[in-house]
Every structure is written in C-alpha cells, then in structure tokens.
C-alpha cells in the first residue's frame, strides 16, 4: 500500500468514505433515528493539530512496520497467526504508556 | 460460487462491508471505532490507577470488546472455511522491493519472515513485532484514534481532525516504507 504499486487498500478505504460521506449525510438531513429511537448524532472531534498530526504520525510508523492497525491485529489472531497477538500485548502497552505520559506530551 | 467466496474480495466489495459495519453500529447508537479497545482493555486490568485516561466505568464499552471478539472468530472463520491455498496478492514490483529487503514471495496472507513463530524467538524479530505494535497503540490513542475511527468514521462526517490524522497516518507509513524499514532489514 505504501508503496502505491497495489490499488486495492486505496480502493477499499476509498469505497468505504465514499460510502460513508453520503450515508452519514443523510442520516443528518432526515435526521433518522437508530434502533432505540433516539436521533442519530456525531460528536464533533475536540479541535487541535499536534495530537492528530504526531499521533497519526507515530500511528503511520507501526501500521508500516507491524503491517496492522488493531482490527487486523486480532482478525489474524483469529486467522492463525498467533505472532499477532505479540504485537497486540505491545499495543495496549503502547496505549497504557500513552495514557500514562498523557499530561507531557504536546497537544 | 465457491470460488467468489473463496477468492480475496473485490476491494469495492470489502469498502460497502466497511462501510455497512459503520451504520450498522450507529443504528444501534454506537460508533465505528476499534482502538478505543485498547484503551478498555488498559481499563479493565485496572490501569485506571496509574493514569487518569484509563480510569472510567469501561462495562459500557463492552459492546465494543463483543465487536472485537467477532472479528477475532471472524478471522477464524475465513481461515477454516473461506480461504484457499492462493496467498496473498501482492504487485510483482512489490515483491521485488520486499526481495531486497530479505522478505520471500507470499506464500500465504502474512509474511513468513515476520510472523512465523520464529520470528518471536530472534531479537530483531521480536523487537519489529513489539516496537510495531507500541506505537500503534501510543499513536492511535494520541490521536484519538485508528484508521476505523478517522479514516472511516471521521472522513465519513467530514471531521477535518481526522483528515490531519490521516494524515499523519500516511506520513508515517511512507517514512517507515521508504526510509526505516530499509535500514532494519
């Protein structure tokens, strides 16, 4: 995917917004209601930069390297590559050490 | 039939699934967003001691734990019923680039090289598996998010956080692609 020689992360991702944008644009402008009969509603994301563009970053890094974001991490747990589940314990240490250093990190 | 089922799905095919998953949770007045797991899970072990981010009644996200439990026997299922002996698709520029980097042609979904059990047993090895999974877990819970959580719900809702994020995913990606992976292999 990174190296933009295969189409098909692009074109699931990109399917998907696709999907999603006019999807979620409806559901606001017929305000439809989910299953418990409460409107549907999107929280707007707290407004920064540097969280998002250096959490994102150091996100890119392992995604690169590890080849999996957390969904595919436990799906191929699931599918057999219990090496997976390695790289799994360390996310939710990475996580614990986010929360941990929360306060001094640049936000 | 068989062979559509068991052949890899269509990328456009795998996007309406993506997609469908995002509505289906908010019509049940949920959210699309799978790393807020790994914030549960630091939760539910009690780490709500140590850090303030971990410290909040993490039983209402347990739907969320059942949504990670699906994918892990979902996983399970398209290995013992839906996959075949084909591996994985990848580019025969790919391949060549991944020869220079001591990584074989596919053989199966995952990289043998990397994620065989030997690979826990060698130092580097262990050292990409973990190093890679900390900082996915460090960067998705700084920003707030994964590529479920930015990449298709904050896209979807046109969120301009989850465009920076994006962002920043891709950044990193490209950096570690082009400039690190080099180095270590």
Redesign the interface.
Known sequence: ???F?????????????????I??AL?KKFKIR???G?P?T?Y??????T?????????????????????P????????????A???????????????F?DK?PN | MNEVITETWSWWFSGIMIASIMFFLLYFGQSFGFSSNLRTICAAAGLGKKAKLFDFNWKTQIWNLVFLIGAVIGGFIAKQFLSTDIPVQISNETIADLAKLGIGAPTSLQPRELFSFDAILSVKGFLVLAMGGLMVGFGSRYAGGCTSGHAISGLSDLQLPSLIAVIGFFIGGLAMTFFILPLIF
């Open positions: 995917m990174f190296r020689q295969a189409f098909h992360m692009y074109g699931i991702i990109g399917t998907a917004v696709t999907i999603g944008i999807g979620v559901i989910d299953f418990h409460n549907i999107f707007p994301k707290e407004k920064s930069f969280r998002y563009l250096l959490g994102g970053t150091i996100f890119g890094l392992g995604w690169a390297l590890s080849g999996a974001c957390p969904g991490m436990v799906v191929s747990i699931g599918y057999g590559y219990l090496t997976m390695v790289v799994f314990l360390f996310a939710i240490i990475g996580t614990f050490l986010y929360g941990y929360r990190l």
